[in-house]
């Protein structure tokens, strides 16, 4: 498992960004699958660092972890911001274009679509989201 700690602050996002899609870069995955990480974690990113210790600022762990059969990257994010769960917004609702949907919450619905699983847990005074994706091997894969 390899760990990342950073001020949650939205000029990091780079780095951030550079973490999860060096780490699932380095095991083979797509450049589509790459695509979805970069979204996912992007949205998860600023959500924390706009709303989690706002009006101040504090940290953020992202960790990432791998697993194999399948092969399978597991990225937390771990924050000590104020309680906040955002898995328990409903998804937009399916009658209506997203364009009409309520602010907020879009990001997460796009992670869950996205993403193999994803999870919240608040445990000892910290957020964490957790994001799960499996590698689907294609043709031009070498496995």
Known sequence: MKTFEIPAERSRLSE???????????LGFSHAELFQLKVCTEEIFVNVASYAYAPDTGM??????????PLTVTFSFI?????????????????????????????????KRLMDEVSYAYE?????LTIRKNHVPTENSHE
């Open 60 to 69: 953020i762990t992202v960790t990432a972890d791998e697993s194999a059969d």
């Open 16 to 26: 951030v960004n550079d973490f999860v899609l060096g780490f699932a870069e380095e």
């Open 124 to 128: 000892d005074g910290r957020n964490i």
């Open 79 to 111: 924050d000590s911001g104020k309680p906040f769960d955002p898995l328990a917004k409903p998804d937009p609702a399916k009658d209506r274009p997203l364009s009409q949907a309520k602010k907020g919450g879009l990001g997460i619905f796009i992670t």
